[in-house]
Nanobody, 122 residues
Framework: QLQLVESGGGLVQPGGSLRLSCTASGITLDNYGAGWFRQAPGKAREGLLCITKEGAVAQYADSVKGRFTISRDNARNTLYLQMDNLKPEDTADYYC???????????????WGQGTLVSVSS
């Protein structure tokens, strides 16, 4: 059964850090383009970062450049999103996704998880 499960969200103060995890079952992530996108209340989905099968990183959102980093642990079949210097505008539901062979244009993944909520507030 194919499943992507995100974890690691929570409440953090501005300037703080969080690391999100996405554990996959039923697929092998390094055969896919795997990445992260988010959706804030009342806003459209926003693609963040994606890592290709070859390990190259696609950056979609200028707003997180230099603050968010994507990585993948093939042995654990897990995708990570390290988020530093968090800002209130980063508050959103964060989702991981997987697309066969390639990274999508932004959010057009074939599979995605249920999401994890990140709240940035003092």
């Amino acid at each position: 059964q194919l499943q992507l499960v995100e974890s690691g969200g929570g409440l953090v103060q501005p300037g703080g850090s969080l690391r999100l995890s996405c554990t996959a079952s039923g697929i092998t992530l390094d055969n896919y383009g795997a990445g992260w996108f988010r959706q804030a209340p009342g806003k459209a989905r926003e693609g963040l970062l994606c890592i290709t099968k070859e390990g190259a990183v696609a950056q979609y959102a200028d707003s997180v450049k230099g603050r968010f980093t994507i990585s993948r642990d093939n042995a654990r079949n897990t995708l990570y999103l390290q988020m530093d210097n968090l800002k209130p505008e980063d508050t959103a539901d964060y989702y991981c996704g997987a697309k066969s062979d390639i990274c999508p244009g932004a959010t057009d993944y074939d599979y995605w998880g249920q999401g994890t909520l990140v709240s940035v507030s003092s």
